[in-house]
């Protein structure tokens, strides 16, 4: 998968998570979870699209973590909408299946990342 392909996926579940939100927003408990899952799906895509504008290997580290953060937090957020009752297994599946595998993605690609980062600095120092 290209950045961009991932960056249009990760905006493609976002809008999704918030159609949902729009729905949760009708029963009393909600709301509030509608918010923060709407703030950690969409920040989801923010951080990633930010990571890859990144000025540095650092930058790009530190913005790929927040991304694999936030969509943990959404993977979170939809476990407690599907426990809570507030939204059933049928209607949130799709979303759920999609965020965990968002949040594989951005795992491994957090993993190489590091693991590049630390070849290249074992490359660059002579002992």
Request: charged share 30%; hydrophobic share 40%; aromatic share 4%.
């Amino acid at each position: 998968m290209t950045p961009q392909e991932l960056r249009d996926r990760l905006t493609a579940f976002a809008v999704a998570c918030i159609a949902l939100c729009g729905e949760l927003g009708h029963h009393p408990q909600g709301r509030r979870i509608a918010d923060q899952l709407s703030d950690s799906a969409t920040s989801t895509a923010a951080n990633y699209r930010a990571a890859c504008r990144a000025r540095s290997r650092r930058e790009f580290l530190a913005k790929l973590g927040i991304a694999l953060e936030e969509a943990d937090e959404t993977v979170g957020w939809l476990d407690i909408v599907v426990r809570s009752k507030i939204a059933g297994e049928e209607r949130t599946a799709e979303l759920r299946r999609e965020a965990n595998e968002v949040l594989a993605i951005l795992a491994k690609s957090r993993s190489t990342a590091l693991r590049n980062e630390q070849k290249r600095r074992n490359d660059l120092d002579p002992r």
